[in-house]
């Protein structure tokens, strides 16, 4: 299996317009893919303005933020790509798309690293941010996984959270955890 990294991929449209989202770069060699899965905003953008921003945080509400509507994060200009990125990143990749792997449910954009830029120091693991980064996959799951799965999960990264979250991981765990409540009740 290849290494992934969960990142916030940024991305334009022609007209400039921002996307964010949470998206697993997989490394190959060394470039990153990026795979979504169609429909995709990213994938439209990436096929129309052929550059990426990958930006690395530990701030976790962004990934849950995403999952839940929230994709208002500030962003900054970056150096070599017409494409911003966040502007809270820890460090931040500037990609290139140099190959297009069409595929009908989810095609690979091999993309090429032009810069990896660090902004602020990395302090440290914290269980509760794995634990909402789980929680972020299982939300982007809720229509394909059953009831049964997803309650069995996040019961088990509740016990996390109550023991290691600090207000960034509970803000972001009860907008994901209001999420899977409203989908049941729907
Ligand atoms: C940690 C994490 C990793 C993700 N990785 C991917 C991915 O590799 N491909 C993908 O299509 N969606 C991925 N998702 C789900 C997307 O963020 C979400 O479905 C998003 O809306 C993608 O669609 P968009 O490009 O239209 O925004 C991931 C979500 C999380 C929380």
Known sequence: MPLIRETIVTTVDRAGRIHIAPIGLIAEDDDWIIAPFRPST??????AVPFATASHTDDVRVFA???TGRHD???VAS???PVPRLAGALSHAELAVTEVRDDPQRPKLR???LRLITHAPFQGFNRAQA???EAAILVSRLQLLPRETIERDLGY???TI??????RELEAWNWLADKVRAHFQS
């Not at 990213?42 to 096929?47: A, K």
């Open 111 to 113: 993309c090429r690293l």
């Open 157 to 159: 990264l509740h016990t």
């Open 79 to 81: 150096d070599e790509v």
């Open 73 to 75: 994060w500030p962003t």
């Open 42 to 47: 990213t994938l439209d953008n990436l096929l």
């Open 131 to 133: 634990a909402v980064l």
């Open 162 to 167: 109550d023991k290691t979250a600090g207000p």
């Open 65 to 67: 933020g995403c999952l």
